[in-house]
């Protein structure tokens, strides 16, 4: 079984937005899908078959005011609007609907991974957990500390973003039968990320101390994770796809012609996953 897995990169996921819509114009399914933080919900819309609506999420809403911003953060909570974009956005009633009956029925297998908030250890859920006009398991794949003031609750527990305690889950798809993986990251493979300010980090996050150690060490899990799976790429096992460049576009950043040349170019690496599959079906 082949799998691929977004780690997400907030607003660069209009990198991974391009591969799904190459995917959906060539009719390609990917069997196994597991997202991490926005990856999760790059995934669900490519599980529902929707394409360009993930693209629309980064290239027009993502410029309107209750999307994100600062006066997000005063009023909700939130610095990126996740009620927002996963309830308001996203319900039968939204602009720009999630297809729940399509994921429903869909046989690609979808989870996603989020953290818990009182102990920083990994949960990972499916799309059984998800139900129309009922979106919180994406709020909180997406619920980044600090970003997000307090975390999301679900099912009757609380958590934040998936990519504390799991950022690149490729043992997870093992585990779960995957041979074979695609990693989709949105940042140059050469990029390592740096710790945080320790003092900030204990300041911001002392009510929840597990989250506060997770944060304090999660450059280093991020940086071995991907020389794991370059190791997994160099064995056969896995393909990684990546940006060669990101055209300025961060995390937060607002640039539509930058959005646009990433996309495109995340369209075009789209067929390096289908020369990968074609290649695994010839063996």
């Given at each position: 079984?082949?799998?691929?897995?977004d780690?997400?990169?907030?607003?660069?996921?209009?990198?991974?937005?391009?591969?799904?819509?190459?995917?959906?114009?060539?009719?390609?399914?990917?069997e196994?899908?597991?997202?991490?933080?926005?990856?999760?919900a790059?995934?669900?819309t490519?599980?529902?078959?929707?394409?360009?609506?993930?693209?629309?999420?980064y290239?027009?809403?993502?410029?309107?005011?209750e999307?994100?911003?600062?006066?997000?953060?005063f009023?909700k909570?939130?610095?990126?609007?996740?009620?927002?974009m996963?309830?308001?956005?996203?319900?039968?009633?939204?602009?720009?609907?999630?297809?729940?009956?399509?994921?429903?029925?869909?046989?690609?297998?979808?989870?996603t991974?989020?953290?818990?908030?009182?102990t920083?250890?990994p949960?990972?859920?499916?799309?059984?957990?998800?139900?129309?006009d009922?979106?919180?398991?994406?709020?909180a794949?997406?619920?980044?500390?600090?970003?997000?003031?307090?975390?999301?609750k679900?099912?009757?527990?609380?958590?934040?973003?998936g990519?504390?305690?799991?950022?690149?889950?490729?043992?997870?798809?093992?585990e779960?039968?995957?041979d074979?993986?695609?990693?989709?990251?949105?940042?140059?493979?050469?990029?390592?990320?740096?710790a945080?300010?320790?003092?900030?980090?204990?300041?911001?996050?002392?009510?929840?101390?597990?989250?506060?150690d997770?944060?304090?060490?999660?450059?280093?899990?991020?940086?071995?994770?991907?020389?794991?799976?370059?190791e997994?790429?160099?064995?056969?096992?896995?393909l990684?796809v990546?940006?060669?460049?990101?055209?300025?576009?961060?995390?937060?950043?607002?640039?539509?012609?930058?959005?646009?040349k990433?996309?495109?170019?995340?369209?075009?690496?789209?067929?390096?996953?289908?020369?990968?599959?074609?290649?695994?079906a010839?063996?």
């Open positions: 079984m082949t799998g691929i897995i780690i997400g990169g907030g607003l660069r996921g209009i990198y991974t937005s391009g591969i799904y819509d190459y995917l959906l114009d060539k009719g390609i399914d990917i196994y899908c597991i997202g991490v933080s926005s990856g999760s790059n995934l669900i490519y599980v529902a078959g929707q394409r360009g609506r993930t693209k629309r999420f290239s027009e809403y993502s410029f309107e005011k999307y994100m911003g600062a006066g997000c953060y009023k909570g939130m610095l990126i609007n996740l009620d927002y996963y309830s308001v956005i996203s319900n039968s009633s939204g602009k720009d609907p999630l297809d729940y009956e399509a994921i429903k029925n869909s046989s690609k297998t979808f989870k991974v989020i953290t818990k908030a009182d920083a250890q949960r990972y859920f499916t799309k059984d957990d998800l139900a129309q009922n979106y919180t398991l994406l709020k794949c997406c619920a980044l500390p600090v970003a997000c003031r307090k975390p999301v679900f099912r009757g527990e609380e958590f934040f973003d990519g504390l305690s799991d950022p690149i889950p490729y043992k997870k798809a093992f779960d039968g995957c074979k993986l695609i990693i989709c990251i949105t940042k140059p493979i050469d990029f390592r990320k740096t945080m300010p320790e003092f900030l980090v204990k300041l911001l996050l002392h009510k929840f101390p597990a989250i506060r997770s944060v304090l060490v999660m450059h280093n899990s991020y940086n071995n994770g991907i020389e794991e799976i370059l997994l790429e160099r064995q056969g096992r896995a990684v990546y940006p060669r460049e990101c055209f300025g576009i961060e995390t937060l950043s607002k640039d539509k012609e930058g959005m646009e990433l996309y495109n170019l995340g369209y075009e690496d789209g067929r390096k996953i289908e020369e990968f599959i074609n290649k695994k010839e063996v």
